[in-house]
């Protein structure tokens, strides 16, 4: 039973990282829809009346011209319904597997139905956790249409999730 209690302890301390803060901008991803590329993805570089500076990840620094943008979309970087599938099915299927080291409990058949349920259990409460960390994030909708008017009006709140904001500030 001591196994048991830690191992539920381990996973629930594990659902929730206390992770470093690095600057702002590296938690959030950002996704550029524009008319002369396919959507760019990676972290926000600049962000200027002009336009905006993105960098994807592989090395690339692409530059977007606010007549060209179609729209803007900021999320912050989580936990996935994926992730969380993947972390109750594995932390379930750790439960469940506790029920195989007692010898003295019952017939294999009674042992394998404890490590279906627990895993089953895992997976659905570690789908729900990726959902509500998937809704919880913070998201943010810019439509630009091409419009270098709006843009320049509404670029202000985006500035703060770009590099250049932490660098470039006293």
């Known amino acids: 039973m001591k196994i048991f209690f830690l191992s539920c302890c381990l996973f629930i301390a594990n659902l929730f990282p206390n992770s470093v803060k690095a600057q702002e901008f590296i938690n ?4 550029v ?3 002369s590329l396919p959507a760019v993805k990676g972290t926000l570089e600049k962000i200027s009346p002009e336009g905006v500076a993105v960098n994807d990840g592989y090395g690339n620094y ?3 011209r606010a007549k060209n943008i179609i729209s803007i979309r ?3 970087r989580g936990i996935t319904t994926g992730k969380g599938f993947l972390i109750g099915t ?3 299927a750790a439960i469940g597997s506790l029920a195989f080291t ?3 409990s019952g017939s294999g058949d009674e042992q394998l139905v ?3 349920a627990a895993t089953t259990l895992g997976a ?3 789908t729900t956790y990726g959902l509500i960390a998937e809704l919880k994030a913070k998201k943010m909708f810019l439509r630009v249409n091409k419009d270098e008017k709006l843009f320049a009006a509404e670029y202000k709140k985006l500035e703060i999730y770009s590099k250049a904001y932490y660098i470039d500030k006293p």
């Open 102 to 104: 007692d010898n003295n």
């Open 114 to 116: 404890t490590f279906l």
């Open 28 to 31: 959030y991803q950002v996704k």
């Open 33 to 35: 829809v524009s008319d």
């Open 62 to 64: 692409i530059m977007l």
């Open 74 to 76: 900021l999320k912050k």
């Open 124 to 126: 659905s409460v570690g």
């Open 90 to 92: 594995l932390a379930g």
